[in-house]
């Protein structure tokens, strides 16, 4: 065991001084900016689902009446809606709070004046158990007196849908892209093998074994790919900084203070580890491809 765990020092030791070649450290900056896409396009679509989770967290539907429904009617509307085992919780507002409330919103207060009478009607504010909007919503809209049914998270659901069919995006860039990084890896090792190429012979003489000639090789291509990761980690990082500085501004607007958060702790490992596996990859099958070959070996085998 301590004769393995030495070999494999030495070869990682080998491995951290052919890293240092500007060859490996190109390698790595060409695998950073592009594990940067998919990465960086993953942390946004985390923070718009976290922020469609923490605005719109249950489903709640607007209930409108028309103006013209008598006070029969509105009650008559409201007791089903209380009735119904699908709703959480019914609140009535009136069309006179309603245009306080909305008198209240900066910058609609002119305009309220300006149009010298109510037009807003009177609603039902209905919380929902389940998330059966567009079942509830048709029967609600067949109630006495109703006029107009509207979900208010709709465009909640609709945006994680969205995210949904973006981060199936960002996985399958994921994939093109570390497709071309296994090659890029792949020509970077092959050309490492070739400049050895005295280096493996004499070993193959002396009687080295296969797996001690290649393993140098797959910690250089997991030092390159690891390397690319981090370089990955800092682009997003600093992306996201500068996002965010125009953001909170917006945010403020609004009264809120929203961010885009940097990658959790687990989903940093994860892309780095990622690209450590594909600079592992890509040294796999270089130096299988080459030394099967014997492209490095005709000398010695002769």
Known sequence: MSAWLRQHRQALASALARFRKMTSLLSALVIGV???LPAGGYALLAGLRDMAT???PEPQVSIFLSREAPPAQRD??????RADRRV???RFVPREQALKELAEVQGMGEVIEALGSNPLPDAYLVQLKEPMLEAFMAEAGKLPGVAHVQADTQWAARLAALAAIGRLAVWMLAAVLGAGLVAVT???IGLQVLTQREEIEVLQLIG???AYIHRPFYYLGMLQGLAGGLVALIIVWAGLALLNAEVSGLAASYGSGFRFAFLSAG??????GFAALIGWLGAYLSVRRRLAEGEPTTAARH
Not at 76 to 81: D, F, I, N, S
Not at 267 to 272: E, K, P, T, V
């Open 34 to 36: 592009a594990l940067s």
């Open 54 to 56: 923490r605005i719109a």
């Open 76 to 81: 008559a509307a409201g007791a089903a809606l």
């Open 88 to 90: 959480a919780d019914v």
């Open 186 to 188: 792949f020509n970077t």
């Open 208 to 210: 080295a074994t296969d």
């Open 267 to 272: 989903d940093a490992a994860a892309i780095a």
